[in-house]
Structure formats: structure tokens, C-alpha cells
């Protein structure tokens, strides 16, 4: 979509409507109106349903698989599409919308589902996680999970609360309540409540969306830690992986934002990506070893962060991805050809952290610190283990950190 400011030139062909539940008779005069003067109508079975349309000549269900050329074709004519509650929420408003101009549409929002659910159970939205897991995995629920935690899930269809059900149950939270919610603002709603572990409705039917107390057996009632270092074992790693409190203090040296992107260069496991993900960022892991790339994948569906963790199956001399990033990792194989192509491909601002294990990367940091600068750290660990009868400390291999702002 483009950022070019608003003219009058532009004629706002498209009418983006949200309609409830309470259907047509609860929309607003302004809704009504831009309904009427298309001359075609778009959404699904069900909203052409709500809007007394299904059986006009100007209606159109959406296309299967889901598409907006149909409509894009239609450029300059009244064109209407109907949504669920606010087109801009989960809905297909964002998805037309960035094809087209500022101007060429108007949106009609009617209260989203989230808020029908928030004035049903007297929460606040604004401190409610609101979730579309109806197109998501139900692991995108993982980040957010702990005792005492809620949230509003919308789902798939009348079958999909058990299967959340269950899933919660596998995970520790099988105590959490569900309140299932059907149709919600209509004839049709009903509101029923059962707890993870014990649920027994068979008759759900869709739209569905279920308002989530969260309630957790020990030890996974505790969620995960917002801090950096989450527990290796949480991670499914060949050994190959930053262990947590090198990890705690690498994470810190990339400084992750919200909407960031960090290219993760040798990732192994992928933790540092993953973690890096769970702190509001994205994250493209290049990793050469294909069981590797195929980890990393898992842990990142594992921690509900798919969907912000790209795997590209490659050596790091070779390819590169393409979108420039706000952070650089290097975990290993680092040497002067890359550093030396990484320095000049990449902008100003960008952050670099490599990690050295071994005397020849520790050579090649140190080389680096001396040209350019930026901070260099070595850290060295210990653990206590077994000593006879007694304690000692077993010390890890030093780590030498190079971490610096281009």
C-alpha cells in the first residue's frame, strides 16, 4: 500500500462493512447506505447470510482457495465486501487494503468478536490477549501461558474447543476454564463453561470463540520466564546450541525490538532465534546441516514463533537472505570473508555480536576489534559437579564475545 498522502482525485470505490451476529437490521445508517449503492457484494456464505444477500444476483462468495483479485478486478465500480465485526481485526480489511491506494476504500467496523467477549465476561481488552487461532497453531498460545493468565481465542469451528481442550490438558493447564461462546451479539448466542480437563460438549457450533482462564499444575503453571536464557532442555538440540547463560548474555548484547530482524548465522538449534522471536522480533536462521534447519523449525512451532522464524538450509559463505537485518548473530563460522562481506553489505546501525569458541575466531574478533572497535568480552563459566565425595567447579570453555554497532 502506498504512504502517499490522501487527494481528492481519489474515488473510494471499495466499502470494507463489518456485520454481527445481530445482522443487517443492526447496522449502522452509513453501513446501510454503502451496502445498498454497490452494485457487488462480497464475503462469506454466512455475512451474505447476515446481510439477507445470499440469494441476490450482486452477491459473490469469496473464492476457494481465498483470493482478492476477484474483487481487484472490479477497480472503479461500487464494490462491497462484508466482514466479521472489525474488517481490521483478524479480518480480510489488512488483506485487500495493502493492494490498493489511500482513498480508495471506506471502512464500516461493528464491534469485533473480542469485544462482544470482553462486555460478555467483563474484562478489560486492552489487557486481554486476543488470538486468532482459527488459521494459527494452537502453540501460539505457549508464550502467553501461566496460572492465572487469560485470553480470547477465536477458533476454527464447533470442534476446535475440544481440540483446545486437549491441548491444554497435554501441556500442564488442564485445570483452565473454557468459556465457550457461540454466535455472540445474536439469536443464536449461548455461552457455556467447562474446565480443560473435563470437557463434554459435543454440539458446538460455529462462529466460536472461547474466552480462556488459564489455571496450570506445577511446574508448568509458572509459564515461560519474560527474561532472556530459557532452560536448554526446553529445546530439542544435537548439543549444538547456546548454552542458557551464554545465550542470557548474547541475547542482551543483540538488544532485541519489537519488529526487528536478526539474521542468526550458524544457528544450530535455533535458541537464539526463538528467544529473540518470544521478545517481539523476527528472525531468519541460516544453518547449514539439514537436521539442523529441520530443529530449529520444530523448536520454533514448539515456542508458538513459526510464523516469525525463517529457516534457510545453507552455508553462510554462499547465501545470504536478503532483507536487510537490524541485528547480526554469528554462533559459528565466522571468518574474514564473511565478516569482511557481512561489514560492507549491510548498513549502519546494525548490530553484530560473534561469539568465539575456538583460537582461530578468537583471533579473527580480536583482529576486528582492533580495526573498527565495538566491545570485546571473554566470559568464562563454571559449574559445580560431583568431586569424590565432595563438590568442584567444572569449568566450560571460554567464550570470547565481539559485539559492536556498524
Not at 11 to 40: K, M, N
Not at 228 to 242: K, N, R, V, Y
Not at 255 to 279: K, N, T, Y
Not at 348 to 369: D, M, P
Amino acid at each position: 500500500m502506498s504512504d502517499l498522502p490522501i487527494h481528492d482525485s481519489v474515488f473510494p470505490w471499495l466499502a470494507v462493512i463489518g456485520i454481527g451476529e445481530d445482522r443487517l437490521e443492526a447496522l449502522p445508517p452509513a453501513s446501510r447506505a454503502a451496502l445498498d449503492e454497490a452494485e457487488a457484494v462480497f464475503g462469506a456464505p454466512r455475512h451474505l447470510a447476515l446481510a439477507g444477500l445470499e440469494h441476490s444476483p450482486k452477491a459473490h462468495c469469496w473464492p476457494v482457495p481465498f483470493s482478492v483479485e476477484p474483487i481487484l478486478a472490479l477497480r472503479g465500480r461500487k464494490v462491497a465486501v462484508l466482514a466479521s465485526g472489525d474488517p481490521f481485526w483478524y479480518g480480510a480489511g489488512a488483506s485487500l487494503c495493502v493492494h490498493l491506494a489511500p482513498g480508495e476504500w471506506r471502512a464500516y467496523p461493528a464491534p469485533s468478536t473480542f469485544s462482544w467477549v470482553a462486555a460478555r465476561m467483563g474484562w478489560r481488552l486492552e489487557e486481554t490477549p486476543c488470538l486468532g487461532l482459527h488459521a494459527a497453531p494452537f502453540e501460539r498460545l505457549v508464550p502467553l501461558l501461566h496460572h492465572g493468565g487469560r485470553a480470547i481465542c477465536l477458533l476454527r469451528d464447533g470442534k476446535a474447543p475440544e481440540e483446545l481442550a486437549h491441548w491444554l490438558d497435554r501441556h500442564g493447564f488442564g485445570p483452565s476454564t473454557l468459556h465457550v461462546m457461540e454466535a455472540l451479539g445474536g439469536p443464536r448466542e449461548r455461552i457455556r463453561t467447562v474446565q480443560a480437563d473435563r470437557f463434554d460438549l459435543t454440539d458446538v457450533q460455529s462462529p466460536v470463540v472461547v474466552a480462556l482462564s488459564m489455571a496450570g499444575n506445577e511446574p508448568e503453571a509458572a509459564g515461560l520466564p519474560r527474561g532472556f536464557g530459557l532452560p536448554d532442555a526446553l529445546f530439542d538440540h544435537d548439543g549444538q546450541i547456546t548454552k542458557r547463560p551464554m545465550r542470557a548474555l548474547t541475547l542482551s548484547a543483540l538488544a532485541p525490538r519489537r519488529g526487528e530482524l536478526l539474521w542468526d548465522l550458524g544457528a544450530g538449534s535455533g535458541s537464539i532465534s526463538v528467544e529473540w522471536c518470544l521478545a517481539g522480533g523476527v528472525a531468519c536462521a541460516v544453518e547449514r546441516a539439514p537436521e539442523r534447519c529441520v530443529r530449529i523449525r520444530a523448536n520454533a512451532t514448539r515456542f508458538g514463533v513459526e510464523h516469525r522464524l525463517s529457516v534457510v538450509q545453507a552455508d553462510t559463505a554462499a547465501s545470504l537472505p536478503e532483507t536487510r537485518p537490524s541485528a547480526i548473530f554469528i554462533g559459528g563460522g565466522a571468518n574474514e570473508a564473511l565478516m569482511t562481506r557481512l561489514w560492507e553489505l549491510v548498513p549502519e546501525g546494525t548490530r553484530f555480536v560473534v561469539n568465539a569458541v575456538t583460537l582461530e575466531t578468537e583471533t579473527l574478533v580480536a583482529t576486528w576489534h582492533a580495526r573498527v572497535g565495538g566491545s570485546l568480552l571473554r566470559i568464562e563459566l563454571a559449574d559445580s559437579q560431583p568431586l569424590g565425595r565432595m563438590r568442584g567447579w567444572s569449568p566450560a570453555r571460554p567464550v570470547v564475545q565481539w559485539s559492536i554497532i556498524r
